[in-house]
């Protein structure tokens, strides 16, 4: 006799329950990346936000180079 598998009814009722939840954290990203995405470090010298938290100066000097040869 074949064991029933609850695992296909749970993600069913799940999906049906939690899909409104998916579909916003998908378009909050979707968003998010977009603006992010379109960042310059010119913007980012101009921002009042990075100037204040810009501890290790990651903006105005590069302390690593990523160049291999």
């Not at 470090?41 to 100066?57: P, T």
Request: net charge positive; proline share 6%; glycine share 6%.
């Amino acid at each position: 006799m074949r064991k029933f598998d609850p695992w296909p009814v749970f993600f069913r009722r799940e999906f049906n329950r939690n899909w409104p939840f998916l579909v916003g954290f998908a378009i909050t990203g979707a968003v998010l990346v977009k603006f992010t995405a379109g960042l310059t470090k010119e913007d980012a010298k101009n921002s009042r936000f990075v100037q204040e938290h810009n501890r290790f100066g990651f903006i105005s000097k590069p302390s690593f180079s990523l160049s291999f040869f």
